[in-house]
């Protein structure tokens, strides 16, 4: 008798306050065969599954949220990793790993085969990384740190939002180089965080006072590389304090992303690109996933996850039939490190 | 008998007000020999000088411009080329053609041997284009255009202060690349000139309205390229209008720099940077003439000039005794394309 399958759906979105476990059913669902798979899918084998803060935007059900609503009755989706164990796509072959932001959760199920990234075959690291150290942020951080920026040994590199998902790792692939790191976020706590990853200085860009002052006292020879998670004031800042031939990785501008034409930060340095040769360079890490870098990439951060050069921390929850309560931990703040759900067991595992 | 030596002395400095012919004086001087050379000097035979509007702030003899002032008794000094008559640096031997903002204006004269450019020998094509469509304004088009902005065939850039030393050359940089070429420029006849050098629009930026509107309108598929001479408001507008993956080439904010910090334009659409992936890249001209860069601009704009592919006036008055009225001259505007003073004979021209 084959293993019946799992699936998590949704009962009824929650528009507002805490969801609980009557908000999610698990069910026994039949077990997808690639006799099934039309033209151009994929059958895939889900082994983790990433738990995400911004999956409260799909439990409301809003129809104007950023992010695709999850709908009552259906199963839910999201970040993942799985394998394929049968295509009638050109484009994948049974064995291949993916990842995607539409892997169901559901132990085993049939995709069209678009929308996800194939990626290397690693040995001896588990796939949940792919969803962790080897994900998207880090990718992010990467590209803007190496691929853009072009950091180089010696270097001073300031990276805004230093202690999120983004800034933890461009502040190790960034001592990694040996660059001087100096790292800004919006609490002591985080700022303590930010040190024990190694940077150089931190400091608390709420409780600092005049942030060209601070950005000038942690960085007293300029700043040659600044990565910018938050745009608007602190970017306005970092411009007062780059060198010559200086590089500003633009990943993003959170502190922007609210504003209206009224209260939108204008911003006042801009002038210093020409004489300085700034180079202030926009991207978007999906651009990169078919370029080398993202090999590169992997290969690097592989290797120093292997010999314990690269902290990142992961808490695994076991059992898609655990997901949900993982979901309401997570937005309880119950999780240390990054949650994932293991989906397939051991065995299952071994690609 | 050897010929004399002519020099071009300032009598008076002329605070304000216009110069007269009474305010210079043309001297004969000693001819100076190879044998009067001290280490790492040149002995340097003048062939062309440039006559500039930038000359003005020399004659004042104020010690805050920021050019350095002329001094009543001295010989006259710029942009200019000349010819190595002999040398006592490595740098330099007899034969090398040089191009510089301090050469004399005097036939010959020694000078120590730094802050010349060589600039490759070329063949029937006079010195003096290197005081004008081979000049700096001229290279500065092109490394924006090219080394920069990297333009390709299809593409649309834009174009500000369009009718102007850089960006006359840069329409016909991009125009030869096979691009849509959007000029702005400050007044009708200005406009009607960009058009009359290929730009396949353009329009006067005081008088258009809006600016954001009127680079739509001119540009409706939307702007991949900006040249950026200006800053400030135009440059906002621009970043609105900005394709996915535009480059801004960054040349000079003209329009702030007499701004007080109280009236700099603050710059609202930098958010733009991020989710378009724009790069705004900084630059100074002379960071480029060590690189391949510069004998790239010299062969293709020589080419262009050869084979009557690129328009450029040049405006030549004869002898350089006749130097102090063609300065005059420029003040009042009698001039029509870059004005030059050929010093050396068409016999001593040969290179």
Known sequence: MSPSNISVKLVRNVASGAPTL???KIESTSVPTKESLQNDQILVRTLYLSVDPYMRGRLSGAQDSYVES???????FGLGVGVIEASTSPDYKEGDIITGDTLKWECKFIANARGFTKIPASSGISPANYLGILGMPSFTAYVGVVSLAKAKAGETILISA???AVGQV??????????????????DDKVEFVKSLGADAAFNYKTCGDLTAAIKK????????????????FLDAALANMNSFGRIAECGMISQYNATEETAYRVKNLIRVVPKRLSILGFIVSDYYAKPDYANFITEVSTMLKEGKIQYKLHEIVGLENGPQGLLDLFEG?????????VASDAQQRL
């Not at 502040?171 to 660059?179: D, P, Y």
């Not at 942690?218 to 608007?232: E, M, S």
């Open 22 to 24: 009557a908000d999610f």
């Open 170 to 187: 461009a502040i190790q692939l960034a001592k990694a180089r040996g660059l001087c790191v100096i790292g800004a976020a919006g609490s």
């Open 70 to 76: 999850f709908v009552a009755g259906k199963t839910l």
């Open 162 to 164: 230093a202690s999120g």
């Open 218 to 233: 942690a960085a007293p020879n300029g700043v040659d590389i600044y990565f910018d998670n938050v745009g608007g004031e």
């Open 334 to 342: 119950k999780n240390f490190g990054k949650l994932v759900v293991k």
